[in-house]
């Protein structure tokens, strides 16, 4: 494949049948944190919305999503905004603020957990009638047996009553009922009740609602690495054949044809995961809604659908080459076919042949639609002439900016004062305004997206975007430093990011040792201990000598910890732990009955630091996901997604982010 500096944008695709590859879509408007342009309002409530409504009764609550609800066989039309071959195939919901909701009220306890279940039923018969395949909803956490023995025992109760009331609704509408969870710790009868729903409805299609009762993301991650030890020790598996598709397997959202959520939406306002189905949300779209649960209805639900189809879904695995001569059209259509391995192009006009590079794909369900994409070109001609790129004007993705001199030395000017080998102040100097030293997140996550956007829009260089973003990892140290954050961890380069072209990998891997080399003194110097995560063995052998010489150098330093995170990726790192912890089973040094979360978070990567979990994860570049990021140690993190690309991140930035962090209450699944 020939290398390409330029992305292929893929407008309106239809869904592939592979997870992961769920669905390209129309350029995003993003809907999120309060710092994005199309902001979520996470406002407090005001005085008015706190007014006691103590005579709102149990019919007009029922009114809005009574229980025993028909639902309608047939699908009726979407509401304005929504395209039905864009909706997402699964939807998972954390169903926060029942009580936040009855005390605001002030209602008996227990009258926002039933409200919320009416909540529930609306759902429910949404997705079946706007044809959404999966709901998965979080009931109650792992976490939640620390609650109140009262409030634990009407949680299961209520659960109790609903399934009973609701199984013939359920059964007779097509809608089949999966249970997820350590169903051990559920009191009898629940037990024997789920099993009997999960067999009544086992043969029903229409919508797959999935239910996680005493679930958290890593209790299925250990149960997943439990069976696959057993099965090591039985001989039936190899350590070696241990990977990605055998821990999902073993997962408890197995249970269904598609068990990666498209979309997660969180009410309440709360800017975390909660140790929800961890694994499977690695490109999950995250939606959070500022309504608390019970109020979450149909207006909220189209919402959310909407951020979610006017989002743009990138899994680096897609690449396209297209070799066309110099005078080819700028009208071309390329048609991806299902379960193709190369490229189908249909062209508007032109007389010359067109070469295209063989590529696989893997299998899609349907075709994959690109018009007016930008089309690197090279004529296929004996007379000799310069390659360059052709592209149809695209104002919503600005990628033909022109190039400059007077760009590339603007550009240079403003890189000149970050130059490598910048002094690291030694000592700590006073916070931003609005910042508490006392209620600094010890551990920080980065996801610095946004590097070739930036360059894009502003007409430079391929790589100019990767060079100026390393001036901004640069000021992150500095802050970090000064500022008395103690571990600070970077995604540098993702383990899907060797789909990219040799060309921009090549790039990379030089940028980085280059890097490395010119800052190892100055880190030194300042205390700053540095250690590199992810899959080394594919990594340039002069690189891998420049890592471990800088990890050696700096091993004693403890003013900042700087983990960089490179060949790497969340499912990747419980991978390599399942299989540490497989190879101990096999050699007798652990029992597959003590595998458990502590045992797992010993081997993964981050067991380099004092504190593995981040406190703190910010992603720049608007969009609204963790991608394949440290899913595991993000059980509990708080997220921060903020719309400027990575190279303009600087300390303004950075201290929004770190003053909405002080201003959170974490609960951690208790009260």
Same mark, same amino acid.
């Given at each position: 494949?020939?290398?390409?500096?330029?992305?292929?944008?893929?407008?309106?695709?239809?869904?592939?049948?592979?997870p992961?590859?769920?669905?390209?879509?129309?350029?995003?408007?993003?809907?999120?944190?309060?710092?994005?342009?199309?902001?979520?309002?996470?406002?407090?409530a005001?005085?008015?919305?706190?007014?006691?409504?103590?005579?709102?009764s149990?019919?007009?609550?029922?009114?809005?999503?009574?229980?025993?609800?028909?639902?309608?066989?047939d699908?009726?039309?979407?509401?304005?905004?929504?395209?039905?071959?864009?909706?997402?195939?699964?939807?998972?919901? /954390?169903?926060?603020?029942?009580?936040?909701?009855?005390?605001?009220?002030?209602?008996?306890?227990?009258?926002?957990?039933e409200?919320?279940?009416?909540?529930l039923?609306?759902l429910?018969?949404?997705?079946?009638?706007?044809?959404?395949?999966?709901?998965? %909803?979080?009931?109650?956490?792992?976490?939640?047996?620390?609650r109140?023995?009262?409030?634990?025992?009407?949680?299961?109760?209520?659960?109790?009553?609903?399934?009973?009331?609701?199984?013939?609704?359920?059964?007779?509408?097509?809608?089949?009922?999966?249970?997820?969870?350590d169903?051990s710790?559920?009191?009898?009868?629940?037990?024997?009740?789920?099993?009997?729903?999960?067999?009544?409805?086992?043969?029903?299609?229409?919508?797959?609602?999935?239910?996680? %009762?005493?679930?958290?993301?890593?209790?299925?991650?250990?149960?997943?690495?439990?069976?696959?030890?057993?099965?090591?020790?039985?001989?039936? %598996?190899?350590?070696?054949?241990i990977?990605?598709?055998?821990i999902?397997?073993?997962?408890?959202?197995?249970?269904?044809?598609?068990?990666y959520?498209?979309?997660?939406?969180?009410?309440?306002?709360?800017?975390?995961?909660?140790?929800?189905?961890?694994?499977?949300? +690695?490109?999950?779209?995250?939606?959070f +809604?500022?309504?608390?649960?019970?109020?979450?209805?149909?207006s909220?639900?189209?919402?959310?659908l909407v951020?979610f189809?006017?989002?743009?879904?990138?899994?680096?695995?897609?690449q396209?080459?297209?070799?066309?001569?110099?005078?080819?059209?700028?009208?071309?259509?390329?048609?991806?076919?299902?379960? +193709?391995?190369?490229?189908?192009?249909?062209?508007?006009?032109?007389?010359?042949?067109?070469?295209?590079?063989?590529?696989?794909?893997?299998?899609?369900?349907?075709?994959?639609?690109?018009?007016?994409?930008?089309?690197?070109f090279?004529?296929?001609?004996?007379?000799?002439?310069?390659?360059?790129?052709r592209?149809?004007?695209?104002?919503?993705?600005?990628?033909?900016?022109?190039?400059?001199?007077?760009?590339?030395?603007?550009?240079?000017?403003?890189?000149?004062?970050?130059?490598?080998?910048?002094?690291?102040?030694?000592d700590?100097?006073?916070?931003?305004?609005?910042?508490?030293?006392?209620?600094?997140?010890?551990?920080?996550?980065?996801?610095?997206?946004?590097?070739?956007?930036?360059?894009?829009?502003?007409?430079?260089?391929?790589?100019?975007?990767?060079?100026?973003?390393?001036?901004?990892?640069?000021?992150l140290?500095?802050?970090?430093?000064?500022?008395?954050?103690?571990?600070?961890?970077?995604? +540098?380069?993702?383990y899907?990011?060797?789909?990219?072209?040799?060309?921009e990998?090549?790039?990379?891997?030089?940028?980085?040792?280059?890097?490395?080399t010119?800052?190892?003194?100055?880190?030194a110097?300042?205390?700053?201990?540095?250690?590199?995560?992810?899959?080394?063995?594919?990594?340039?052998?002069?690189?891998?000598?420049?890592?471990?010489?800088?990890?050696?150098?700096?091993?004693d330093?403890s003013?900042?910890?700087?983990?960089?995170?490179v060949?790497?990726?969340?499912?990747?790192?419980?991978?390599?732990?399942c299989?540490?912890?497989?190879?101990?089973?096999?050699d007798?040094?652990?029992?597959?009955?003590?595998?458990?979360?502590?045992? %797992?978070?010993?081997?993964?990567?981050?067991?380099?630091t004092?504190?593995?979990?981040?406190?703190?994860? /910010?992603?720049?570049?608007?969009?609204?996901?963790?991608?394949?990021?440290?899913?595991?140690?993000l059980?509990?993190?708080?997220?921060f997604?903020?719309?400027?690309?990575?190279p303009?991140?600087g300390k303004?930035?950075?201290?929004e982010?770190?003053?909405?962090?002080?201003?959170?209450?974490r609960?951690?699944?208790?009260?």
């Open positions: 494949m020939l290398s390409i500096r330029f992305p292929i944008p893929i407008k309106n695709a239809l869904t592939p049948s592979i992961r590859f769920s669905r390209n879509q129309t350029p995003r408007r993003i809907r999120s944190h309060p710092r994005l342009s199309n902001s979520l309002s996470l406002h407090c005001t005085a008015t919305d706190a007014v006691v409504h103590r005579e709102e149990r019919e007009q609550l029922n009114d809005r999503f009574a229980p025993g609800v028909h639902f309608p066989p699908d009726e039309p979407l509401p304005v905004g929504l395209r039905r071959e864009l909706m997402p195939r699964h939807v998972a919901v /954390i169903m926060d603020g029942n009580v936040r909701w009855e005390r605001r009220r002030g209602l008996p306890a227990g009258s926002g957990h409200a919320g279940a009416q909540s039923r609306g429910v018969e949404l997705c079946c009638k706007w044809g959404i395949r999966v709901l998965t %909803v979080f009931a109650f956490s792992f976490d939640n047996w620390t109140p023995k009262v409030e634990v025992e009407f949680l299961l109760d209520l659960f109790e009553k609903m399934l009973s009331s609701e199984i013939d609704d359920f059964a007779s509408e097509g809608i089949r009922i999966s249970i997820i969870g169903s710790k559920l009191p009898n009868p629940l037990p024997k009740l789920i099993s009997d729903a999960e067999e009544r409805t086992k043969d029903n299609s229409r919508l797959q609602l999935i239910v996680a %009762v005493s679930y958290s993301g890593k209790y299925d991650v250990v149960q997943a690495c439990k069976s696959i030890s057993q099965k090591v020790k039985d001989g039936v %598996v190899e350590v070696d054949d990977n990605e598709s055998l999902e397997q073993e997962l408890e959202t197995n249970c269904t044809e598609f068990p959520p498209d979309l997660l939406i969180r009410t309440s306002g709360e800017l975390r995961v909660s140790n929800f189905l961890l694994w499977q949300l +690695a490109y999950t779209e995250l939606f +809604a500022s309504a608390l649960w019970p109020d979450f209805g149909k909220e639900f189209v919402e959310a951020s189809q006017q989002r743009q879904r990138r899994y680096e695995k897609l396209i080459v297209i070799i066309l001569p110099l005078n080819w059209p700028l009208r071309t259509s390329v048609q991806v076919s299902s379960n +193709a391995a190369r490229l189908n192009v249909q062209t508007h006009g032109g007389d010359d042949d067109v070469t295209v590079r063989s590529i696989m794909f893997l299998s899609l369900s349907s075709p994959i639609s690109i018009e007016n994409a930008l089309i690197p090279k004529p296929r001609s004996s007379r000799s002439q310069t390659p360059g790129i592209s149809h004007p695209l104002p919503s993705n600005p990628l033909s900016l022109p190039r400059s001199a007077a760009a590339a030395a603007a550009f240079k000017e403003e890189t000149r004062q970050f130059a490598p080998g910048g002094d690291f102040p030694p700590e100097e006073s916070l931003p305004a609005g910042l508490r030293r006392d209620l600094m997140p010890r551990h920080v996550a980065v996801i610095m997206d946004g590097n070739v956007r930036w360059e894009k829009r502003r007409g430079l260089p391929a790589g100019s975007g990767h060079q100026a973003g390393v001036r901004s990892v640069r000021e140290i500095k802050l970090s430093s000064k500022w008395g954050i103690g571990v600070l961890t970077v995604f +540098a380069f993702s899907d990011n060797w789909n990219r072209s040799k060309m990998v090549g790039f990379l891997m030089t940028l980085f040792e280059k890097m490395i010119a800052e190892i003194d100055n880190l110097r300042d205390g700053v201990r540095i250690s590199i995560i992810g899959d080394s063995s594919k990594l340039p052998k002069s690189l891998q000598k420049v890592i471990s010489d800088a990890e050696e150098r700096t091993k330093n003013r900042l910890h700087l983990i960089v995170a060949s790497y990726s969340g499912k990747y790192d419980v991978v390599q732990a299989k540490s912890i497989c190879h101990k089973v096999k007798g040094l652990v029992q597959v009955d003590d595998i458990n979360e502590s045992l %797992v978070e010993q081997e993964l990567e981050t067991n380099c004092e504190f593995p979990y981040p406190d703190l994860l /910010i992603r720049t570049g608007g969009d609204i996901r963790v991608s394949n990021f440290l899913l595991w140690q059980a509990y993190t708080e997220l997604f903020v719309s400027a690309l990575w303009d991140f303004a930035e950075f201290a982010a770190l003053t909405s962090f002080q201003r959170r209450q609960r951690y699944g208790g009260r």
